[in-house]
């Protein structure tokens, strides 16, 4: 087993995402297909967020305004929900954008804490 912390790493994968595409994966530990994309917050655009939905075990995660060519991270995981099994379930990123280009690494965890 594969921990960071207190979290047991259930998966670790980088993408290079073309500007208007997405990635999708199955986090096979955690029974969840992942779709990871991104947009642009025209109203506020120098301010980077996040949200995720989940439906018919989908979960869809959106990076919104993360343009930092320097690049842009979580300083700490992220908790997304509960995995069947009642331990928490989170993740972590780190983004760098060249041109148009996306280069992303996510990692998701199961157990632990989560600020």
Do not use: W
């Amino acid at each position: 087993m594969t921990t960071v912390g207190d979290r047991e790493v259930l998966f670790t994968q980088s993408f290079m995402i073309p500007g208007g595409e997405q990635a999708a994966f199955d986090v096979i530990k955690a029974g969840v297909k992942v779709i990871l994309r991104f947009a642009e917050n025209p109203i506020d655009p120098n301010k980077p967020a996040t949200s995720s939905t989940f439906a018919d075990n989908v979960l869809t995660i959106t990076l919104t305004d993360f343009r930092n060519q320097q690049g842009t991270a979580f300083k700490n995981p992220r908790k997304l929900g509960n995995l069947g099994d009642g331990r928490p379930f989170g993740f972590n990123v780190v983004h760098h954008l060249f041109g148009t280009l996306n280069f992303v690494t996510v990692q998701f965890y199961a157990g632990g804490d989560y600020l």
